[in-house]
């Protein structure tokens, strides 16, 4: 079975994301990128599925500007077998991404196709459905524990109440939510290996996907400064403030 896995480029999870002084958007430019976090954990789960015998490929996907490749690069070192970047310098919307991402899985035909569960600048938590939905394939999401059988997957999914467990026919969908595993750092030999790996670079033409926005964005602002704190002088006081000023006793 082949894994495909989507690894999307995103600001890195350490920088503190600053607003546009235009409110278009948030500051892109010179700041740290990385590999999306739920991708990391991903690409993990993908490689131990093929160090268990259970993969025979796991290739790692990326869409966006030349620099995805780095990410892809990222996916390599760790252990994935060969990369695909679909280039493009224009913005990518979740439906966009899913229809790319359809694209590239009809041309590959994996059995399983791993996402985060949301990227981790868009909070979209939309590119997975999607892509399921697309390909009309079944799909399990919030992934914390994957048990591939013989035609199956059981995946267990972090849901509001505890844990649900799910079998799914192959070839589905999985996303992955942060308790699946705990990903690896990639070792000075790997990174070494990684340069050698074979990254196919293609376009949303080339794949003969409308990647046109669907969704316009208004205005992106910062989140409310938090307001300084005060020094109370009684546990009445105190009290009082919580139950009149607060609300929240
Ligand atoms: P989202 O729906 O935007 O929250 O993204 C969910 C997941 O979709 C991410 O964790 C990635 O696995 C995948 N994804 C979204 N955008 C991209 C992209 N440009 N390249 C590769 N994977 C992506």
Redesign the pocket.
């Known amino acids: 079975m082949k894994v495909l ?5 995103v600001i890195d999870y350490n920088v503190k994301v600053r607003v546009k002084a235009d409110q278009s958007g948030v500051e892109t430019a010179n700041v740290k990128m990385s590999m ?1 976090p ?2 990391e954990i ?1 690409v993990e789960e993908a490689i131990r599925l093929h160090e268990a015998g259970k993969a025979e490929e796991v290739v790692a ?4 500007p030349q620099q ?1 490749q780095e990410t892809i690069r990222t996916a390599l070192a760790m252990g994935a077998d060969r990369g695909i970047h679909v280039k493009t310098d224009d913005e ?1 919307q ?1 439906l966009a ?1 899913a229809k790319l ?1 359809k694209a590239v899985i009809e041309a590959e035909q994996p059995g399983l196709v ?6 981790i600048d ?7 459905q999607m892509v399921a939905a697309l390909l009309g394939w079944p799909q399990a999401t919030f992934a914390s524990e994957l048990d591939i059988g013989d035609g199956n997957a059981r995946i267990t999914r972090e849901v509001d109440g505890g844990l649900e467990t799910v079998d799914v026919q192959v070839p589905c969908v999985m ?1 992955t939510d942060l308790r699946l595993n705990e990903p690896r750092y990639a070792s000075l030999p790997n990174i070494m290996k990684a340069k050698k790996k074979p990254i196919d670079e293609k376009t949303p033409e080339d794949l003969g996907v409308d990647i046109a926005p669907r969704l316009k964005t208004l205005t992106v602002t910062e989140p409310p400064g938090r307001e300084a704190g005060i020094k109370v002088e009684s546990v009445a006081e105190l009290v009082d403030k919580l139950h009149n000023d607060a609300g929240v006793i």
């Open positions: 896995v989507a690894v999307k480029r999306n739920f991708d991903g996907v990326s869409l966006g995805c990518l979740p991404v991402l791993i996402l985060g569960k949301q990227a868009d909070d979209s938590n939309q590119t997975g996303t």
